[in-house]
T-cell receptor, first 111, second 114 residues
Framework: RKEVEQDPGPFNVPEGATVAFNCTYSNSASQSFFWYRQDCRKEPKLLMSVYSSGNEDGRFTAQLNRASQYISLLIRDSKLSDSATYLCVVNLSPYGQNFVFGPGTRLSVLP | DGGITQSPKYLFRKEGQNVTLSCEQNLNHDAMYWYRQDPGQGLRLIYYSQIVNDFQKGDIAEGYSVSREKKESFPLTVTSAQKNPTAFYLC?????????????FGSGTRLTVV
C-alpha cells in the first residue's frame, strides 16, 4: 500500500461548483498534514496546513480524521484560477520534516 | 524578499556528462531537499540535508550526489551514472524545529538529455 494515496482524478467541474478531494495515509504516526497546489510546469506551493480541528481559508476547507487516517480538501465556488493539481502531503516525523507527497489530483474548472 | 533560487531554469545534458544544479536559499532554513518529478508523476526524494556538512539519501539517490558546505546552498550533481535524468528537479527548504512548518520550493530546473 502506498504511503499517501489520493483520488485519481481528473476532476472537471463548472465554475461555481463545490468540489472535494480525499487523501488517505498509511502511517498512523504521521504528525502533520498539508495541501499543496501545483500549476502546470511550476513548483508546488503551500495552500494550507491541516489541523486536527479542521480549518478554513476563504473558499477552502481542510479536514483531518486521524482515526480513519484521511484528509480532505473542499473548494467552494470554484474559480477558473483554481485549475491545478492538488497534492496531499504528510509529515511522518515528529523531529523535523519527513514529508511524503501524494501523487496529486488534477482539477479543471470549466467556464 | 526571502526565497529559494534554482538555476538554471533549463539545462541540456549530453550523454555521459555530469551537470550540477544550483539551489540557494536566504530563508535561514536548516533543512534542504532535492526532489525529482517526471511527467504526470508525483515527487520523489533524491537527497536531503538537515544540517550543514551532513546529508542523507532519499528514495532515488543512485546516480546523484550533493554537498552542503553552507547553510544557504545545496547543489545537486546529476552524474553520468544516472541513466534516465530527463525530469523536472525541485529544491525545497524548511525549518527543522516545527513539524507543522511546510516546505518552500524553488521554481525548478528542467533537465533534458540530448
Amino acid at each position: 500500500r502506498k504511503e499517501v494515496e489520493q483520488d485519481p482524478g481528473p476532476f472537471n467541474v463548472p465554475e461555481g461548483a463545490t468540489v472535494a478531494f480525499n487523501c488517505t495515509y498509511s502511517n498512523s504516526a504521521s504528525q502533520s498534514f498539508f495541501w499543496y497546489r501545483q500549476d502546470c510546469r511550476k513548483e508546488p506551493k503551500l495552500l494550507m496546513s491541516v489541523y486536527s480541528s479542521g480549518n478554513e481559508d476563504g473558499r477552502f476547507t481542510a479536514q483531518l480524521n486521524r482515526a480513519s487516517q484521511y484528509i480532505s480538501l473542499l473548494i467552494r465556488d470554484s474559480k477558473l484560477s483554481d485549475s491545478a493539481t492538488y497534492l496531499c502531503v504528510v509529515n511522518l516525523s515528529p523531529y523535523g520534516q519527513n514529508f511524503v507527497f501524494g501523487p496529486g489530483t488534477r482539477l479543471s474548472v470549466l467556464p | 524578499d526571502g526565497g529559494i533560487t534554482q538555476s538554471p531554469k533549463y539545462l541540456f545534458r549530453k550523454e555521459g556528462q555530469n551537470v550540477t544544479l544550483s539551489c540557494e536559499q536566504n530563508l535561514n532554513h536548516d533543512a534542504m531537499y532535492w526532489y525529482r518529478q517526471d511527467p504526470g508523476q508525483g515527487l520523489r526524494l533524491i537527497y536531503y540535508s538537515q544540517i550543514v556538512n551532513d546529508f542523507q539519501k532519499g528514495d532515488i539517490a543512485e546516480g546523484y550526489s550533493v554537498s552542503r558546505e553552507k547553510k544557504e546552498s545545496f547543489p545537486l550533481t546529476v552524474t553520468s551514472a544516472q541513466k534516465n535524468p530527463t525530469a523536472f528537479y525541485l529544491c525545497a527548504s524548511t525549518r527543522t524545529n516545527r513539524e507543522d512548518y511546510g516546505y518552500t520550493f524553488g521554481s525548478g530546473t528542467r533537465l533534458t538529455v540530448v
